[in-house]
Nanobody
C-alpha cells in the first residue's frame, strides 16, 4: 500500500493561486492507476475534488472547482499536482491525495496522508 506526502498548501488571497503536490511512494505501478485529490473542512465529510487516469487521458472534476483547478501528474516521478486558480474562501480545507477507484470519485484506500492545509482569505 503506497504512502503519499502532500505539500504546497498555505495562505492565499481570494482570487489567488496555489499549487499542491503529492509524491507517492509506489514508483513501480503508479502509472497504472487513477489518482485524485480530495478535501475536508472541520465537521464535514471529505469530498472529491479531481482525478486523473494513469494514462493522462481521463480527467474529471467536482463541479465546484471546474474551470478553476487543474489536475496533472508526472508518472516518471510518481507525483500528482493540483493547480488551484481563482481561489475562493470556500476552497479552504485540508487537501489530500489518494488513489482513486477507476473512473469514479471514490478513494481507493481508506487510509490517508497528513494532507496539506489551504487557507483562503478575502
Amino acid at each position: 500500500q503506497a504512502h503519499v506526502v502532500e505539500s504546497g498548501g498555505g495562505l492565499a488571497q481570494a482570487g489567488g493561486s496555489l499549487r499542491l503536490s503529492c509524491v507517492v511512494s509506489d514508483r513501480t505501478t503508479f502509472s497504472s492507476y487513477y489518482m485524485g485529490w480530495f478535501r475536508q473542512t472541520p465537521g464535514k465529510e471529505r469530498e472529491f475534488v479531481a482525478a486523473i487516469s494513469g494514462s493522462y487521458s481521463n480527467i474529471y472534476y467536482a463541479d465546484s472547482v471546474k474551470g478553476r483547478f487543474t489536475i496533472s501528474r508526472d508518472n516518471n516521478n510518481s507525483t500528482v499536482y493540483l493547480q488551484m486558480n481563482s481561489l475562493k474562501p470556500e476552497d479552504a480545507a485540508v487537501y489530500y491525495c489518494n488513489r482513486v477507484v477507476t473512473n469514479t470519485p471514490r478513494p481507493f484506500y481508506n487510509h490517508w496522508g497528513q494532507g496539506t492545509q489551504v487557507t483562503v482569505f478575502s
